[in-house]
């Protein structure tokens, strides 16, 4: 029996809300991961991704993120001091339920939140509602220049697949290769109890100072 797509709903859980990424949100999803250092290490092909205005922003997004082949999401705090501000994005895209298979990514977050457990709630909120669907196969994936992501990645108890070589364009025109990741569903057991006690150990996520 193939899985099913998932419902495109909100999703919640103990420190933040997962929101369907529409476009009136741009504006606000800008205000939180419009910085450069976002950008530096690969998120949306890279240094040259980056779009200082939400002018320039909004046409980037339009052809960027998964509006028709994806769950596309914002990511707002949903406790402490911070409860309502939205902090990142995330997908669950590429979905095709006949193979059982998506893929988590076009994941970026405020730099005031790095570190803390909006990343490995994000991806428990994820992970729960794709094999909770019957998915067999997540992959998760980052240019293989971001060391940063890639141990975010492996932190979180995803196999280390290899190296796809001239994978996809850079904004900047070279060519990059993925380090590539996976979850599969007899992973699930383990990488969800890891998950679950990294965010039962964690505090109410607080916004950092701006650097």
Known sequence: MSATRPPHLPIEGRHIRLEPLTRALLPELHAAIGHPEVFASGYGGGPEGFRATVEEFVPWAESYY???GGNAYVIRLAAGPDAGTLVGTT????????LEYAHIGWTAYDPRVWGTAVNPEAKLLLLGLAFDHGFGRIKIQADVRNERSQSAIAKLGATFEGVSRRDMKRADGSWRDSAVFSIIVDDWPRVRAGLEQRVNDS???ALRPAR
């Open 66 to 68: 998964q509006w028709e």
């Open 91 to 98: 997908t669950l895209g590429d979905i095709d339920p006949a």
């Open 203 to 205: 505090a109410a996520v």
